[in-house]
């Protein structure tokens, strides 16, 4: 089975609107004029938060920002992707560009032409099936969470103490749109987790190198020769960043089920310490995250149901 590279398959409404529209026909245009080796036919797969994803012949895909940001996080990606590429554990891969596109064609922003994987994505199938890709992904969250170069890319959004996020979490949770959309929201059990994240001491370490957005939309999966789901790519480095390893220590709520976040726990505690305050913040990412979505978009879409299985998990632990 062939499955997108970007959370929100077939739905481009479960995500923000759009700043430039792009369709199969640019894509074929810009790809013809800019790169014709690579030409062949074009397939809209997915409508993620910041980029389109296209199906080009049946080995590339094209990476297209459809959002402004979109085309800082391609650049990023253009640039440090293939350093983090090589040091992501054996046999989970990345889609590190192939060859770069320039604006062209009326299209005003960067954009990338990367493998097309086949398998599944993580966000399609239910949180139980995910567990057993949970041991390969401590594994990915600790062979990244390295020093990162002082010329790494910034992100005021991912990485940075808990406290710079404190005013909007606080807002969200206050409002009362979480619980207007997910009734089954404790907001008041929420903004204890929040405090408890934030009374946490805050990483005192050197910057690591942080993903940014280990959710399930960019985990793809593939069975293995029992069945079961293993991790076969991690996808999307649009916010990759460095800072508090704690952002990428979220992923367990935001991707699994208890079971694969007592997985995921004690595979990343052997590999290496970690104490409470880290998994408390940890907690606090994945509450971040999730309210951020629910707020933006809703629980109705294939993103939105992430954001909501995020502040479900928070509320289980």
């Known amino acids: 089975m062939s499955r997108s590279h970007e959370v929100g398959v077939a739905m481009p409404t479960d995500a923000p609107d759009a700043d430039v529209e792009v369709d199969a026909a640019l894509v074929a245009r810009l790809v013809t004029a800019q790169h014709p080796a690579f030409a062949g036919a074009v397939e809209l797969v997915a409508n993620g938060w910041d980029n389109a994803i296209f199906r080009l012949g049946e080995r590339h895909a094209v990476r297209m920002p ?16 293939p350093v983090m590429a090589a040091a992501l554990p054996d046999g989970v891969r990345a889609p590190v560009p192939v060859v770069v596109g320039e604006p062209g064609e009326g299209y005003p922003y960067r954009w990338s032409i990367t493998p097309w994987f086949e398998g599944v994505v993580a966000a399609s199938v239910d949180p139980p099936e995910r567990s057993g890709a949970a041991l390969a992904l401590a594994d990915v969250v ?41 009734p089954a929201t404790d907001a008041a059990a929420l903004a204890t987790v929040w405090r408890d994240a934030l009374d946490a001491p805050p990483w005192a370490g050197p910057p690591l190198w942080v993903h940014g957005d280990l959710h399930p939309g960019n985990l793809l999966l593939e069975a293995d020769p029992a069945g079961e789901l293993r991790l076969a790519a991690v996808l999307d480095f649009g916010d990759l960043t460095s800072g508090d390893p704690a952002t990428d220590l979220a992923t367990p709520w935001l991707t699994f089920d208890g079971r694969g976040r007592a997985a995921f726990r004690a595979r990343v505690a052997s590999l290496r310490p970690t104490d409470a305050s880290d998994w408390a913040r940890a907690r606090g990412w994945a509450l971040a995250v999730g309210s951020a979505i629910v707020d933006t978009i809703g629980v109705e879409g294939p993103i939105g149901r992430i954001g909501a299985h995020a502040l479900e998990q928070v509320l289980a632990d």
């Open 66 to 81: 459809r959002r402004a940001i979109g085309d800082r996080l391609v650049r990023s990606e253009q640039r440090w992707l």
């Open 142 to 182: 600790v062979a990244m969470g390295r020093p990162a170069p002082s010329d790494a890319p910034e992100n005021p959004f991912r990485g940075v103490p808990l406290a710079e996020r404190d005013e909007v979490v606080a807002e969200r949770l206050a409002s009362g749109r979480l619980e207007a959309v997910l």
